[in-house]
Every structure is written in structure tokens, then in C-alpha cells.
């Protein structure tokens, strides 16, 4: 008999600004599995995204748009990407016009694999509750990229807000979601609280110690990549479909502006 996951709670403000700095800050874990998501295609030597079937809530404009405050012309977060996949032969970066920030997790795996076969309206009621609770707002939500870390085996910039509305904003977003009765009913529950990040990579290996070195080597070229003066606006909100974390087919797109 499997245990029910347990239903997390999203972080204050402060304490969402003490995580994100504990995380640019943190050694990775050593005691994780590899992600198992991406391979090396035997032929190419390039990376491919394996079978991993899901919906998430992604925000919009999707792939992320880079904005800098002044522009200092530093090539930006595909300059970390491609540092790492050069140097490190167990870093699969994710395509570069994937670059995304997730606001919720939804139902992947085998568990949407299944639900979808049996019910091809399954994502129906979702978009009906974010047609009615997405909220509207005078002016985008603005993110800022606040340092490298590492989530499991997955090499991320973290995202920060300056303004506790933003945040508020997002969370209050990300309750509705997940008290829906629509989105409960997939099996979906809040496992982990909100931490707003772009994933640069995966780490497909079980070398912790490689993992260091690299998430080190990164934290070191982070400022002459000019990642830290990114900042980007978020203007929608996005229901995608993924058949793997290589491509996100947009199902349906929810204006926060108006």
C-alpha cells in the first residue's frame, strides 16, 4: 500500500529570499540518482530527451526572453550551457529554446500517460479554472536571475523577485491551481514548495563529485556570462504538454495584463 504524498506549503517572501540564497550557496547532493531524462545518441554523440510524458503550467512568453538593465552585452545564460557541455560530458543542457520557468507542476510520468489515454479531455477542466482564476494585472511580473544551484541532479539559475506582490502574485496563482477540485482529481499535489528557477541542464550521471566541480566551475564564470544582470518579464501564464523535456507543446495561453 503506497502512503500519500505529503501536500507541501509555499514559502513567505523572506523565506523564499533565505532559500534561494542557501541554494546559489549549496554544495549539490550527493545521494541522488542520475535523472535519467536525456541520453547520448550513440551515432551524433549529441544528447536526446527520453519518453517522459506531462502537463505543466509554464510562464509565458515561452522560451524566456532575457531583458538587461543596463545591457552589458554578456552572452547570457546559453553561455553557462554551453561552457558546461563543453567541459563536462555528463551535463546535458536543455535546448536553448526551451528555457523556461515552471509556476506549477502538474501530472507526469506514467501517471499521465495513463489518465491521458483514458480520458482525451483530461486537460479540459484545467483550462477552464485558469480562463476564471488567472489574475490581471497593471504591469508584467518581473524576475531576476539570483545565482547558479542545484535541484536533485539539475543544474538551474535561480529566480528571485524584487517585489513581494510578484511573488504574491504567483503563489496566489499556484493555490488556486492546486485546490482545484479538476486538478486534485488527476492525482496532482503540491509535493514541494515554489522555487523559481531555469533549468539549464540535467546531470546524467551518479558522479557527485563531478557534479561539484561543475556547479563550482559554473558559480565562477557566472558574472562574465552576464547572467546576473538578467532579468525577464512574465506576462501570461501557459499549459504545455511534453512527450519529453527536450520540446513543450502549448495548449493554452492566459494573459496576466489588462
Known amino acids: 500500500m503506497h502512503a500519500e504524498p505529503t501536500e507541501a506549503a509555499d514559502r513567505s517572501f523572506a523565506e523564499y529570499h533565505d532559500t534561494l540564497m ?17 541520453r547520448r545518441e ?3 554523440d549529441a544528447w536526446v530527451g527520453l519518453p517522459f510524458a506531462g502537463c505543466t503550467l509554464l510562464a509565458e512568453p515561452y522560451p524566456l526572453q532575457e531583458r538587461r538593465e543596463p545591457d552589458d552585452g554578456g552572452p547570457g545564460l546559453t553561455a553557462v550551457q554551453q561552457y558546461l557541455a563543453a567541459e563536462y560530458r555528463d551535463f546535458a543542457p536543455v535546448p536553448a529554446d526551451t528555457l523556461h520557468m515552471t509556476i506549477a507542476d502538474l501530472v507526469s510520468g506514467e501517471s499521465f500517460t495513463r489518465r491521458a489515454a483514458a480520458q482525451p479531455g483530461l486537460l479540459d477542466p484545467v483550462k477552464v479554472l485558469l480562463a476564471l482564476t488567472t489574475p490581471r494585472l497593471a504591469a508584467p511580473i518581473v524576475g531576476r536571475c539570483a545565482g547558479l544551484g542545484v535541484l536533485s541532479r539539475v543544474i538551474v539559475a535561480l529566480v528571485a523577485f524584487d ?28 509535493r514541494s514548495p515554489f522555487v523559481g528557477h531555469v533549468t539549464l541542464g540535467y546531470w546524467e550521471s551518479s558522479d557527485a563529485a563531478g557534479l561539484a566541480a561543475a556547479l563550482g566551475a559554473a558559480r565562477t564564470i557566472y558574472p562574465s556570462s552576464g547572467v546576473g544582470t538578467i532579468r525577464f518579464e512574465i506576462t501570461a501564464v501557459g499549459l504545455y504538454r511534453f512527450a519529453h523535456l527536450a520540446h513543450y507543446t502549448p495548449i493554452a495561453s492566459f494573459s496576466l495584463l489588462g
Not at 32 to 38: L, Q
Not at 166 to 189: F, K, N
Open 22 to 38: 542557501a541554494l546559489a550557496g549549496a554544495s549539490p547532493p550527493h545521494d541522488r540518482p542520475p535523472p535519467n531524462r536525456f
Open 42 to 44: 550513440p551515432a551524433s
Open 163 to 190: 517585489e513581494p506582490d510578484d511573488y504574491a502574485t504567483l503563489l496566489r496563482l499556484r493555490e488556486s491551481v492546486y485546490t482545484a477540485r479538476a486538478v486534485r482529481d488527476m492525482g496532482v499535489v503540491r
